[in-house]
């Protein structure tokens, strides 16, 4: 009988003092995409890797990078494509915690809805990786900012949803611009036709590993119910009023069923919002920033807009419709039951969806179980309403606020409970804190009233 391949981090070829990061930062077993991957990777060879995220892809492919990394060398040496700013953010932080063994190796993020200037002043200064989405990536190399004669890794991260997100040109146009000896490493949740012919365009003989989808186990109880099309949407407030999850996360196909179905929770009494890609930027922020913090119940996304958020905790994921691949329906409810705790799959599906539905079960190997709507029936005490609301206050890190100085304004100066105060998200210009919502209107009161860091700043309540 042949013995498992070796998962711990220590039998790979990684340096020592990389080897003991990766143990302080609790990173003893790889994950089954790592244990895949991260050899074939490490040799150089150029890599296509099928797994959901949350399996703990960015750290299989930063540890690559790093690896080809020459932190004496200060020149872009890895570029990181990502198909939105949230994901790139989220990589950027990854990789920076990964890279603590090396000294000084700095990483830039390149995304839209952030002034260019600032951007081209980092790269100016110099950077060993960048982590970008298309667009914003092309326009730095079309206004000559960022070179790229010494790359050595090219990484597309969520390739599929930068195919989806019509990235397929801008995509090219990047890996044209890189040496041609560079290591590629494209990393996806599903495997669309699209996908094999970028990789035949500029990847070099690559291999092909694929972890199959993990989700959909024990943790996730998934229950289906058949809906008419013109019911659907009210099932939906119907299945919150019975399970009355904490936090929920709804998943339509189109932008337009989300903004239909927020209108109809909104006007029922929920706290719902929207995250979809006609969002500004800045209100797309504070929809994601609102929902982490536990001051909106349910948040209704599209699987483009949605991608590479990451709620710890969330309770319950709704299928408004039913997605045409089965792998998407994989990685919709596997953002629910995570780190041991148990979640909660609810799916709608009309007659004309149930092809769809049986393309799922093929793929989890197993039949669906659907339950009546008769069993559905409101809870007795009204409408959930979160624990939380999310206060705004107009000054970020350009006026140097730091998460210290407003909990120390709440507690020191207010005299609030520090457990009366949530999260803590500071931008470059605006900071959002989580506190009790029954104490909300009274802290935006004094905050406005008194000084944080010995000036004013004005607060406000974003909560309906």
Known sequence: MSSAPPTRFDTLALPPATVANLRQLGYLEMTPIQAASLPPALLGKDLIAQA?????????????????????????????????????DQVTTEIRRLARAEDNVKVITLTGGVPLRGQ??????????????????????DRGNLQLDALNTLVLDEADRMLAMGFVDDIATVARQCPPQRQTLLFSATYPEGIAKLAAQFMREPVTVKVEA??????????????????????????????RPASTLAFCNTRARCRELVELLLAQGYSALAL?????????????????????????????????????GLAAVINVDVPVDPEVHVHRIGRTGRAGQTGLALSLASL?????VGRIEQLQGR?????PLAELSPAASGRLLPAMATIHLQAGRKEKIRPGDVLGALTADLGYARE???????????????????????????????????RSIKARCLND
């Open 367 to 371: 039949e669906s179980v659907w339950h």
């Open 420 to 454: 009366q105060v949530g999260k803590i998200d500071i931008n470059e210009f605006a900071t959002y804190v989580a506190v009790e919502r029954g104490i909300a209107p009274e802290v935006v009161a004094r905050l406005n009233e008194g000084r944080i860091k010995g």
């Open 120 to 141: 081209t002043t980092s790269l100016g200064h110099g950077a060993h990786i960048v982590v970008g989405t298309p667009g914003r990536v092309m326009d730095h190399l």
């Open 52 to 88: 959901k995220t949350g399996s703990g892809k960015t750290a299989a492919f930063a540890l690559a990078l790093l690896a080809n990394l020459n932190a004496r060398r200060f020149a872009v040496q890895a570029l990181v494509l990502c198909p939105t700013r949230e994901l790139a």
């Open 214 to 243: 993990q989700h959909g186990g024990e943790q996730i109880e998934q229950r289906w119910y058949e809906v008419s099309e013109s019911q659907r949407l009210a099932q939906v407030a119907r299945l919150l009023d019975h399970f």
């Open 276 to 312: 979809h890609g006609d969002l500004e930027q800045r209100d797309r922020d504070q929809v994601l920033v609102r929902f982490a913090n536990g001051s909106c119940s349910v948040l209704v996304a599209t699987d483009v807009a949605a991608r590479g958020l990451d709620v710890a």
């Open 352 to 356: 004309d969806e149930m092809g769809a």
